[in-house]
């Protein structure tokens, strides 16, 4: 089982920029894809990033293209979404997801984007 640790949400104002971290444990080897997921009050979960743990290849939401990039440290275990020209419609926790054998979450950090 792998352990997720997010940092990095807060209240921005719109057209603001925010980095989030997200740091894995226990058992990062066995991790194929990390990402980020969200989820606004009364809507579904949704995608925002992915990237795979080998060629690095990426996939994003639509909603986040050209705005939001992620990235990730081997070697630190931890992947990064930069997220540039924030909206208020961005505003939502925030979830760290690992795909291997299985798929872990972290705990979710608030983003909140004032207009």
């Known amino acids: 089982q792998v352990q997720l640790v997010e940092s990095g949400g807060g209240l921005v104002q719109a057209g603001g920029s925010l980095r989030l971290s997200c740091a894995a444990s226990?058992?990062?080897?066995?991790?194929?894809?990390m990402g980020w997921y969200r989820q606004a009050p009364g809507k579904q979960r949704e995608l925002v990033a992915v990237i795979t743990s080998g060629a690095g290849s990426t996939n994003y939401g639509d909603s986040v293209k050209g705005r939001f990039t992620i990235s990730r440290d081997n070697a630190k275990n931890t992947v990064y979404l930069q997220m540039n020209s924030l909206k208020p419609e961005d505003t939502a926790v925030y979830y760290c997801a690992a795909f291997g054998v299985g798929v872990d979450w972290g705990q979710g950090t608030q983003v909140t984007v004032s207009s």
């Open positions: 226990g058992s990062p080897f066995s991790i194929n894809i």
